[in-house]
C-alpha cells in the first residue's frame, strides 16, 4: 500500500524566511511519480512538481527548489525568501501512474507574516 | 483561471438524502478523478473516469457512483448521506498523459 508522510502540521515564518516542508513516502513500486500541490483558500490545487522515480535529480524553480532522495524515500520542498502570497496548504502526493490516482499527505500549512 | 469548473459551490444536505455534484472540464479532458477532502486532511481519491468508463475506485463503498459524459462534464452522486461525508469534493481533469487540472470544489455538509 502507498503512504504519505507530511510530519509538520504548521509552519510559521517571517516573510524572507526560507521554509522547508518535509514528506516521506512508501511504496512497493518500482517506477512511481512524486508530486507537489499548493492548495490556496479557494480551494483548488495548483500543480508545482512531478518527478518520477528514475529522476533524482533535483530541481529548482525560481524560489522553489525540490530534494528527492529514493534512498531515504524522502521528497522535500524548499521555498527560499518566503513571501505574503506563499501562504496556503502544501501537499505532497504519490502516484502509481504518470497521472492521477493522487495518494495524498495530510498537508502541511504554511503562513507567511510581514 | 482553471479550466475545471464545480456546481454548486455549497451545498447543505441532510442525513439520509442523495445529492449530486457536477464538474465541467476543459475539451478533449477524458480523463476526470473525484476527491474528497475532509477538514484539515488531505483529499482522498474516490474514483476515477476515462472515456465514460470507471478506471481505477479508491476505498469508499458503492454508495458513491459516477457518470462521465461525452461532452467532458461529469457527476458525483453519493446516496444515504452520512455527517462523515461532510467535505470538500474535488473534481480534476487531464487529456490524457498530461497534467492533471483540479476545481476549486464543492462544499458540502451534511447535517
Known amino acids: 500500500a502507498q503512504k504519505v508522510t507530511q510530519a509538520q502540521t504548521e509552519i510559521s515564518v517571517v516573510e524572507k524566511e526560507d521554509v522547508t516542508l518535509d514528506c516521506v513516502y512508501e511504496?512497493?513500486?518500482?517506477?512511481?511519480?512524486l508530486f507537489w500541490y499548493k492548495q490556496p483558500p479557494s480551494g483548488e490545487l495548483v500543480f508545482l512538481i512531478r518527478r518520477n522515480s528514475f529522476d533524482e535529480q533535483n530541481e529548482i524553480s525560481g524560489r522553489y527548489s525540490w530534494n528527492f532522495q529514493k534512498s531515504t524515500s524522502s521528497f522535500n520542498f524548499t521555498i527560499t525568501a518566503s513571501q505574503v502570497v506563499d501562504s496556503a496548504v502544501y501537499f505532497c502526493a504519490l502516484s502509481e501512474e504518470s497521472w492521477g490516482k493522487f495518494q495524498f499527505g495530510a498537508g502541511t500549512q504554511v503562513v507567511v507574516t510581514p | 483561471e482553471t479550466g475545471v469548473t464545480q456546481s454548486p459551490t455549497h451545498l447543505i444536505k441532510t442525513r439520509g438524502q442523495q445529492v449530486t455534484l457536477r464538474c465541467s472540464s476543459q475539451s478533449g479532458h477524458n480523463t476526470v478523478s473525484w476527491y474528497q477532502q475532509a477538514l484539515g486532511q488531505g483529499p482522498q481519491f474516490i474514483f476515477q473516469y476515462y472515456r465514460e468508463e470507471e478506471n481505477g475506485r479508491g476505498n469508499f463503498p458503492p454508495r458513491f457512483s459516477g457518470l462521465q459524459f461525452p461532452n467532458y462534464s461529469s457527476e458525483l452522486n453519493v446516496n444515504a448521506l452520512e455527517l462523515d461525508d461532510s467535505a470538500l469534493y474535488l473534481c480534476?481533469?487531464?487529456?490524457?498523459?498530461?497534467?492533471?487540472?483540479f476545481g476549486s470544489g464543492t462544499r458540502l455538509t451534511v447535517v
Open positions: 480534476a481533469s487531464s487529456p490524457r498523459g498530461d497534467g492533471y487540472t
Open positions: 511504496t512497493r513500486d518500482t517506477t512511481y511519480y
